[in-house]
């Protein structure tokens, strides 16, 4: 609600009021500001807390889409270790590699390039025709019949999606470029999420759909996501 408000007490604001010398953050000594404490602060502590942050985010996502029609086709997860994706109840199937990119993915590429590519939170690979098939097998498939899916998600300002928008697609230009050599189709899904619980039409909603989730399955998405927000808040508030 402060951050909604503008009311979220910062260095900027304690400057502002002449509590402090300067404007710039204690921790990282980067300009301080309300988005700058939720997301980008560089410290390192910090960092690995907006990192988990999104990886829990992103289990929920993958936990709901293994149950929907493309579930069975996803081949690659990078969204923390199986200790912190079993704490939120996803298994996953054991044909799918985490946090590696398999070598018969892009065979052409050596080991240390593979360790060096961008790895989205996850890849679906479906036979090229395929809307709502389970074909686990991909590899049986030619290359040039595979229609890959590279899905992040991403925490953005609530009123300024954009800059997450532009990061993510620069991000993974070198990824969509080298599958796009082999493949039929690559393409890149953002999802979403404003640091206060944001949910956009066409950010959030809109690639969930595309990625074979309907009505329902969105619900149970929004519903998991608010019960996590209601965890945390509570954990914060005793804390």
């Not at 990119?101 to 690979?125: F, G, M, N």
Request: with cysteine.
């Amino acid at each position: 609600m402060k951050f909604r408000t503008g009311t979220l007490y910062t260095q900027k604001m304690a400057h502002l009021y002449g509590r402090a010398n300067n404007s710039s953050c204690l921790l990282c000594h980067q300009p301080d500001s309300q988005i700058h404490l939720l997301s980008g602060d560089q410290n390192g502590s910090i960092q690995n807390m907006v990192t988990e942050r999104r990886n829990i985010a992103s289990r929920l996502i993958i936990r709901i889409l293994t149950k929907g029609d493309f579930g069975g086709n996803i081949i690659l997860t990078d969204i923390g270790s199986e200790t912190r994706m079993a704490q939120q109840s996803l298994v996953l199937l054991a044909h799918v590699a985490n946090r590696t990119l398999p070598q018969w993915l892009l065979p052409k590429l050596s080991a240390d390039e593979l360790r060096s590519c961008s790895r989205p939170d996850a890849t679906c690979i479906l036979p090229v025709g395929t809307k709502n098939g389970h074909q686990r097998d991909i590899q049986a498939a030619h290359p040039l019949r595979w229609d890959v899916h590279l899905i992040e998600v991403k925490y953005c300002d609530d009123t300024r999606p954009e800059q997450q928008l532009a990061r993510a697609t620069e991000q993974y230009n070198g990824l969509k470029h080298a599958l796009a050599q082999q493949c039929h189709k690559v393409s890149l899904h953002t999802i979403l999420i404003g640091v206060m619980g944001t949910i956009y039409k066409c950010h959030t909603e809109l690639p969930l759909s595309k990625l074979g989730l309907d009505r329902c399955s969105k619900k149970a998405y929004h519903r998991s996501k608010h019960s996590f927000y209601s965890i945390r808040n509570k954990d914060h508030k005793y804390k």
